[in-house]
């Protein structure tokens, strides 16, 4: 499995690249702040961006980030579950900053790739 990553931090001034990052893309992570309500409200555009170039040929994984700051949440993991399910995605949420959730992202989107396993076997990397 090849991985290739393009992050356009979701500014305005990249969305013209989009098609061109992912008009050979098999998955698209599409990641909100939950401390920013309007990143949150911005994942539908996203989605919809990747859906125009892609069709239904595509996996995507909506992502709650910055867990860490649960003190300043603004986004109820909920709201994530359900926005995930209205648009028919997967979800998780994560945080970069400590790495919560971080592999299990990867591993889950990498188990809905055509071919893999669905149950990846645990290392002992993952192991605590």
């Keep these: 499995v090849r991985l290739q990553l393009w992050d356009t931090a979701g500014q305005e001034r990249f969305r013209s690249l989009i098609p061109s990052y992912i008009r050979d893309s098999t998955i698209a992570v599409v990641v909100y702040d939950i401390t920013n309500l309007n990143s949150f409200q911005q994942t539908s ?4 961006d990747v859906r125009t170039e892609r069709g239904s040929d595509v996996i ?35 945080s970069a900053k400590t790495g919560y ?9 990498a188990a809905a790739l055509p071919g893999m396993d669905s149950t990846p076997e645990k290392s002992k990397e993952d192991s605590i």
């Design 45 to 48: 555009k996203w989605i919809d």
């Design 60 to 94: 995507i994984m909506l992502v709650g980030n910055k867990t860490d700051l649960a003190d300043k949440r603004q986004i109820t993991t909920e709201e994530g579950e359900q926005r995930a399910k209205e648009l028919n995605v997967m979800f998780i949420e994560t």
């Design 101 to 109: 959730n971080v592999k299990q992202l990867f591993r889950r989107v």
